[in-house]
């Protein structure tokens, strides 16, 4: 009998790997698919750093927050403490986009001996987000307490132990730390002193351990073996530091030291806390929990360059400059103003819901993450919530950034230029414009302390409106002829510089944009 032949299947040319490839990186050789001579360590190379500039860019939240807690404890400000601004923030402390109009309290909670109890003040806008600037709730006026102040209980990962019946609003974090930000106005205050604000936070502010079976927990529940019968305990106040005028960094590092703070992060807390895409691209550069982050010389010299190009990729989104990011708020594809907030919303998966009068109208979920928003968000500014980009007057603040001049040009600071502010500004508690460095990112440092203008009569003079009831504010080295001090804010001839617009309880000609903030001219 004919011996039978096995047919074989047509191989495409497209599932195979040719013998010899040309790449960006160099040629490829491979033997009938496997790779030859130099090719695997290429190959290394390469994964080594396209990981380490993934590292980078996705990791620019949780660094941050590294930063900031290390600037905290390099000046005697530690976990518990709280740092206030009780005469504003001015340009001496180095905070990625802080303003200079809100009196600020900043502070770590430890949770690592177990759930902690925080009185929030009254009449403040506040946030509580872990140490990845993941949100874990508001308090104040967007929060559960709606400005009337109230008592949180944050609860660490893995706790499981009794909690309260009520009198509480209880929140989980995923970390083991927990940062809050607090904001209180002082628009409301003769002159706009901000000294009441701060006394009301110093009063009302209490921060201590939560102990079972106390406040929240009834004898009957007790009784009825359902949790202990603890004892009663006084709030305690904390330790305020204060902050204005005191010169500290919280900026992130820009270099190396970019991976050795997000290695001390993940040595910091639970590898629960970690999303495990992310945490594969930094274990894939040696960045594991509970090993030792050593590279040798050759995975070195490849991470000082995969953070020069992550960083420069995360300035050019976080300055708003990528050229296909979607961030421009207005439709007019030239205009200046942008925010990430409103392309990717505070979890960088959608825009933020539409608020209309049937309800709540979310976008289509696409199911993915927008990773240049986030980088853009986490590069320029801190904390997370969605009260930074709700469409929802009356409540929380609304921003904008601008970078260029009405032809492209980024600003330069030896030039002056002007912006017009139509009038009936959509801010229902006041507006403001704050200047910052360029490369820090923080308060521009001029002979200014206080870089930024707005309707608050402090730290500087209120902006005075024209005729017309518009606002016109300049820009530049020296005070124009002819303009108050109110409405100028100087810049450094040796800087770079953006600026900020703040709406505070923004009003709806803001969300419908039918008011707009005109474009930057240089003054010739």
């Known amino acids: 009998m004919p011996t039978e032949v096995a047919a074989k299947t047509t191989v495409p040319p497209v599932v195979t790997t040719p013998s010899h490839v040309e790449t960006s990186i160099g040629a490829l050789e491979f033997v009938d698919g496997y790779p030859a001579g130099d090719t695997a360590a290429k190959l290394r190379d390469h994964l080594d750093y396209v990981h380490g500039v993934d590292a980078f860019m996705n990791t620019i939240q949780g660094v941050s927050t590294m930063a900031i807690r290390n600037g905290f404890h390099d000046v005697g400000v530690e976990d518990g403490d709280v740092l206030i601004f009780s005469k504003l923030m001015d340009s001496r402390s180095l905070f990625l986009t802080g303003n200079a109009d809100t009196v600020y309290f900043w502070i770590f909670l430890d949770l690592g001996k177990g759930p902690v109890v925080v009185e929030t003040p009254s009449d403040v806008l506040g946030v509580i987000d872990d140490m990845w600037f993941r949100w874990i709730t508001d308090f104040g006026l967007p929060g559960p307490d709606r400005g009337r102040g109230g008592t949180y209980l944050l609860v660490p990962p893995g706790y499981d132990g009794p909690l309260p019946e009520g009198g509480f609003y209880v929140h989980k974090s995923r970390t083991t730390h927990a940062f809050l930000v607090g904001r209180a106005f002082i628009n409301e205050y003769p002159g706009n002193d901000p000294a009441p604000a701060a006394d009301r936070i110093k009063k009302q502010l209490k921060i201590y351990p939560y102990v079972p079976g106390g406040v929240g927990s009834s004898v009957g529940s007790f009784l009825n073996g359902k ?202 508690r006041f507006w403001s414009l704050n200047v910052y460095d360029n490369q820090t990112r923080s308060l521009l440092q001029t002979d200014q302390l206080y870089p930024r203008a707005g309707s608050q009569a402090f730290p500087s003079p209120a902006a005075e409106a024209e005729a017309d009831g518009s606002t016109v504010v300049y820009f530049g080295p020296t005070q124009p002829d002819g303009v108050s001090r109110g409405n100028w804010i100087q810049t450094d001839p040796e800087r770079g510089w953006f600026v900020l617009l703040r709406l505070y309880s923004p009003l709806q000609p803001f969300f419908d944009r039918t008011w707009r903030p005109g474009e930057f001219e240089p003054v010739r």
């Open 227 to 428: 949790g202990p019968l603890g004892q009663l305990t006084d709030p305690r106040s904390p330790r305020f530091v204060e902050g204005t005028g005191l010169a500290i960094n919280t900026i992130p590092p820009a270099d190396f030291g970019h991976y050795e703070l997000l290695d001390a992060l993940v040595q910091l807390e639970p590898a629960e806390a970690l999303d495990p895409e992310i945490a594969g691209q930094f274990a894939a550069i040696g960045i594991v929990k509970d090993e030792k982050f050593a590279p040798d010389t050759r995975l070195r010299g490849i991470l000082d360059d995969a953070a020069a190009v992550g960083n420069a990729a995360s300035r050019t989104v976080g300055m708003g400059a990528h050229p296909t990011d979607n961030f421009r708020y207005y439709d007019d594809a030239d205009s200046a103003w942008w925010n990430m907030l409103f392309d990717g919303g505070y979890e960088f998966l959608n825009p933020p819901p539409l608020v209309t009068p049937e309800g709540i109208k979310p976008f289509p979920n696409k199911g993915a993450r927008k990773l240049h928003s986030r980088s853009s968000m986490f590069y320029t500014a801190t904390c997370i919530t969605p009260a930074m980009c709700m469409r929802l007057t009356n409540v929380g603040s609304q921003y904008l950034v601008a970078n260029i001049d009405r032809d492209g040009v980024a600003f330069d600071g030896s030039k002056t230029y002007r912006v017009t502010l139509p009038k009936d500004i959509p801010a229902a």
